[in-house]
T-cell receptor, first 110, second 117 residues
Framework: DAKTTQPNSMESNEEEPVHLPCNHS???????IHWYRQLPSQGPEYVIH???SNVNNRMASLAIAEDRKSSTLILHRATLRDAAVYYC???????????FGQGTRLTINP | GAGVSQSPSNKVTEKGKDVELRCDPI?????LYWYRQSLGQGLEFLIY????????KSGLPSDRFSAERTGGSVSTLTIQRTQQEDSAVYLC???????????????FGQGTRLTVV
């Protein structure tokens, strides 16, 4: 699995979009990009994942760079409930476990 | 229940005692994972089950830690002779049996907070 690099922390305002970056410069063609988040005092929860194309779901959008060396998780309209640690994880086909880094701690200001 | 269930939610034990932590995965999920998260730290992988077998036990920190899974369902993580450094939140996750982890999602429980005094 490719190593991922994320900023330690980010801050945004309620009702504004948030763009959370992730670098994975050593990614291979069969590595999927996953995002999980961990709200305070809770277990992690899945947000979104993708391979090559941009992905959208009810929680967020995932924009993957054309060279796949970076990606961005987009929260379209942040709420206070989106304050969490966001983890970007690269998972190779055949991988049998999620390996979490330190993630990005997102603070949302009212 | 619809989600991954862990019990107890909190456990306080005396140093040297054994503890058992339980995980009930989502029905039908054959993959089950244990993680631990010490205060202010990241998530540390402990062990992975596929069915009742554990192909990857690489994260178990010492031989005081063991885990089993029976009937392809419930899993128990046992810590013998607990030490203060074992204090952490122990998280369990499961993922669907017809898909592979890299192209699906894992579902986490709320965790068991273990405090060794």
């Amino acid at each position: 699995d490719a190593k991922t690099t994320q900023p330690n922390s980010m801050e945004s305002n309620e009702e504004e979009p948030v763009h959370l970056p992730c670098n994975h410069s050593t990614i291979s063609g069969t590595d999927y990009i996953h995002w999980y988040r961990q709200l305070p005092s809770q277990g992690p929860e899945y947000v979104i994942h993708g391979l090559t194309s941009n992905v959208n779901n009810r929680m967020a959008s995932l924009a993957i760079a054309e060279d796949r060396k970076s990606s961005t998780l987009i929260l379209h309209r942040a709420t206070l409930r989106d304050a969490a640690v966001y983890y970007c994880i690269s998972l190779r086909q055949g991988a049998q476990k999620l390996v979490f880094g330190q993630g990005t701690r997102l603070t949302i200001n009212p | 229940g619809a989600g991954v269930s862990q019990s107890p939610s909190n456990k306080v034990t005396e140093k040297g005692k054994d503890v058992e932590l339980r995980c009930d995965p989502i029905s039908g999920h054959t993959a089950l994972y244990w993680y631990r998260q010490s205060l202010g730290q990241g998530l540390e992988f402990l062990i992975y089950f596929q069915g009742n077998s554990a192909p990857d036990k690489s994260g178990l920190p010492s031989d005081r830690f063991s885990a089993e899974r029976t009937g392809g369902s419930v899993s128990t993580l046992t810590i013998q002779r607990t030490q203060q450094e074992d204090s952490a939140v122990y998280l369990c996750a499961s993922s669907p049996d017809r898909a592979r982890l890299w192209n699906t999602e894992a579902f986490f429980g709320q965790g068991t907070r273990l405090t060794v005094v």
